[in-house]
């Protein structure tokens, strides 16, 4: 899509709808419609993520200074740039770059569905299920995490990678796959009910996919099912806890995890979680 080329390669310009579809001579209503359809986010949203995780790679790995960091990064001054990073971040940028612990808001949308097939399996075609995965899954599974960071604050990369393993080795990891395209992911834990990962492709309900995961895995068996998700008011959540509200999660725990604030949702299950 040569939105997202556009605006990679003006990530540190002063961006916005009118602006984009200028350059790209576009309808400014035209291209907010189908950028939103394809990408699962306003144009507004995603270059703010995408400038945000560029600039927290450069706090981490680099000796720039904050205000050179918040200049490159298209902001006028260091205070405008510290106020919306400590919104999505929930820390500073002078303590994120003295934890050094990077994890990405937004990584580059990728167009190319060849990384979300699953392994080879002609049955799969033309159907919607949920399989359990398996090692060979994990390339494919990875590269769907990529696409749905933004559903899981503060998740690395190499560490998620390593639990994934466990997870599959005890059977506890799930794949919702249409058309032999991965739409969905999930990790559960069968001590209490817990939804321990949850990844649902932009492009696709999030009520629907995370409901069909609990009616159709072990989950449907628990009486209550747990989800760690954002606070209420994150700027950074893209509509994972209003999609945990509409299935009727309620809130619960507010909790840290990893310095990060999040809130446990808590389904009471209802009978129509087993039609």
Do not use: C
């Not at 002609?122 to 590269?143: C, F, G, H, Y």
């Amino acid at each position: 899509m040569d939105t997202i080329d556009y605006i990679e390669a003006h990530l540190s310009e002063k961006m916005n709808l009118a602006l984009v579809a200028h350059a790209l001579h576009y309808s400014k209503y035209y291209l907010h419609r189908v950028f939103s359809q394809t990408v699962g986010m306003t144009i507004h949203d995603y270059v703010q993520r995408r400038k945000l995780t560029e600039a927290a790679k450069m706090l981490v790995f680099s000796d720039k200074s904050i205000l050179e960091i918040a200049l490159v990064a298209g902001y006028e001054s260091q205070q405008a740039f510290t106020t919306i990073f400590k919104a999505m971040y929930k820390k500073s940028p002078l303590q994120y770059r003295e934890e050094k612990d990077y994890y990405p808001l937004q990584l580059r949308f990728q167009f190319n569905h060849e990384w979300t097939q699953t392994s080879n399996n002609k049955e799969l075609e033309n159907l919607r299920i949920i399989k359990e995965a398996t090692k060979d899954d994990v390339p494919s599974w990875m590269a769907f995490v990529s696409l749905v960071i933004d559903g899981f604050p503060h998740l690395q990369e190499a560490e998620h990678r390593k639990v994934l393993q466990t997870y599959i080795a005890d059977r506890r990891a799930f794949i919702m796959i249409e058309n032999g395209l991965i739409i969905g992911n999930m990790l559960i834990s069968h001590i209490n009910g817990g939804i321990d990962f949850l990844g649902v492709h932009p492009l696709y309900d999030k009520p629907e996919i995370i409901h069909l995961f609990i009616k159709m895995t072990d989950l449907a068996n628990y009486e209550k099912v747990h989800i760690t998700s954002f606070r209420k008011g994150d700027k950074a959540d893209l509509g994972y806890r209003n999609a945990l509200i509409q299935l009727g999660f309620r809130e619960a725990e507010l909790l840290t995890e990893f310095g990060y604030p999040t809130q446990e949702m808590v389904l009471y299950q209802q009978g129509e979680i087993h039609d």
